[in-house]
């Protein structure tokens, strides 16, 4: 309480010449007060109604910091980023120093980690005037009902943005990204990925070695891992998870223990006790295996009547399926397995026949079960998840119910071939002015991404309009007719898409 006082005392005549509205603040908004946030943050609205304003809130170092105006829920791989980086030219738009910041997502028990950091991401009240906005896009939040929920509970009032793509291709691009990944992950056998390592370890144990007062040999090696999954990429996504994290520190602590005599000396902590080289199955495999989940996860709706000509009339579960468990996939994953011995460890499940399974009117008649697999929504693993992701009517109907209109859905096929007339309509959503991005090119839009946030695309695998695996014709319309009844589903939810919707349907 003392800390929001002092905070707020602050808004004197020199805030008030930046930001008019700083004045008048009075009602709570961003109601951080859910058991997984342990520290109590006050925020406060610009004005009494929820439209157009702005909420500031007091983050961990005694700062007001501008809060979102808007959430891109997803979907990864549909153009979610490039739908954020049309913000960034707006006049009124002020970044987050991140895109993504995954402080609703499921990745549940880390918010306490997240909260700090998630404030310091936004504008100070400092940079700000009476129209500035900002907002964050994090494409995890979609997948789970735990995300929606938190979210509501925390900003009701909260403007959201989905964009959806023909989920066969975004199957396909999301698989391309995680061999992306895969492929740039952690080589000491590379000589340029071994000089980075050892040009920041060099400048950090310099920059330490000068200091007054001499830092413990814990905190230097703390200083050493945080600069390097800052400053090289392959060594953030080979090294991330707390685990890992702990492990290699703990083996840094313990050269600076022994005292190094060059940076060469910190090598062994790199090699493969330490450094995750991942694996991933083949996309046939993947693509088949989830999809086999899907199937075995597919209910008959009790409620409903099952004319005596659909395939599903009278369909009982006797199709059996074989397909390996999560555990498996970490196995193999971590190396600990061939894709052969994980291929012999599968597990069986009753499905319907695929006749009821794949027939396009069998969506009035049938429910997807999630927890049957999925059971706190999706994640981000590298083995798995490209089909469920695709999902979308269950995903947008949780949504819809917490939201309703605060909640836009977009195809991509509207950003792409008419991208001024979908962003202003996006900006109208948000409550921001109309601005004219008709005449931004990809190549600008992507230098606009590299200037806003610089690490992104190494860290996270993305590219604008990247080329993806190539997978054979026959997989193309096996994921196609997959997908035909789950799409029938989202037009029932989303029916001002439904164009958009029979086109994805169309299969090869």
């Not at 058991?35 to 007091?58: D, M, R, W």
Request: proline residues 4%; aromatic residues 10%.
């Amino acid at each position: 309480a003392t800390t929001t006082t002092t905070a707020l005392a602050t808004l004197g005549s020199s805030t008030v010449a930046v930001n008019k509205n700083a004045v008048s603040m009075k009602r709570q908004c961003f109601f951080l007060e859910h058991e997984e946030f342990t520290t109590k943050i006050t925020c406060l609205s610009t004005c009494e109604l929820a439209n157009n304003c702005q909420c500031f809130c007091v983050s961990v170092k005694d700062e007001l910091r501008l809060m979102p105006k808007f959430m891109v829920i997803g979907a990864q791989k549909s153009g979610s980023t490039a739908l954020f980086a049309y913000f960034l030219p707006h006049p009124d738009f002020l970044p987050p120093t991140k895109k993504e910041g995954h402080l609703f997502d499921l990745g549940l028990g880390r918010q306490r980690q997240r909260q700090a950091s998630y404030f310091t991401n936004f504008p100070s009240i400092e940079q700000t005037d009476e129209l500035s906005f900002t907002g964050e896009a994090s494409p995890s939040y979609i997948l789970n009902e735990t995300s929606a929920a938190l979210i509501h509970q925390t900003a009701p009032d909260m403007k959201l943005i989905a964009i959806l793509r023909d989920p066969a291709d975004r199957a396909v691009s999301e698989y391309s990204m995680k061999v992306r990944m895969v492929n740039q992950a952690l080589d000491m056998t590379n000589y340029d990925h071994r000089e980075s390592i050892l040009t920041v370890i060099k400048d950090v144990m310099k920059r330490e070695a000068s200091k007054k007062i001499s830092p413990t040999p814990g905190e230097t090696a703390d200083q050493i891992f945080r600069h390097l999954k800052r400053k090289v990429a392959p060594f953030s996504f080979s090294a991330r998870g707390k685990k890992r994290g702990d492990k290699l520190v703990k083996c840094f602590t313990g050269i600076m223990e022994e005292g190094p005599s060059s940076e060469l000396d910190f090598l062994p902590c790199l090699g493969a006790d330490y450094i995750r080289k991942e694996r991933i199955f083949d996309v046939e495999s993947v693509f088949q295996r989830e999809m086999d989940l899907v199937d075995a996860s597919m209910e008959l709706l009790s409620s409903t009547v099952v004319p005596r000509s659909s395939p599903c009339f009278r369909a009982k579960k006797t199709r059996e399926v074989r397909v390996f468990s999560e555990k498996v996939l970490l196995k193999f994953q971590r190396g600990e397995l061939t894709s052969d011995e994980a291929n012999g460890l599968k597990e069986t499940y009753l499905t319907l026949p695929l006749a009821c399974l794949r027939d396009a009117n069998s969506a009035y008649f049938l429910h997807f079960d999630g927890k049957k697999f999925w059971p706190e929504g999706s994640g981000s693993n590298i083995v798995h998840d490209y089909i469920y992701r695709g999902l979308y009517a269950t995903q947008l109907q949780t949504y819809f119910d917490l939201f309703s209109n605060n909640l836009l859905v977009l195809a991509q096929e509207q950003l792409r071939f008419d991208q001024n007339t979908t962003m202003n309509d996006v900006f109208s959503h948000v409550g921001a002015a109309p601005f004219d991005v008709s005449k931004i090119t990809d190549k600008f839009l992507e230098s606009l991404i590299e200037l806003a946030w610089p690490s992104f695309g190494t860290k996270s695998g993305w590219e604008l309009n990247s080329t993806g695996v190539d997978i054979s014709d026959e997989l193309r319309s096996k994921l196609c007719k997959f997908f035909i009844s789950h799409n029938m589903r989202l037009k029932v939810v989303v029916p001002w898409l439904a164009t958009f919707v029979d086109d994805w349907n169309e299969c090869p």
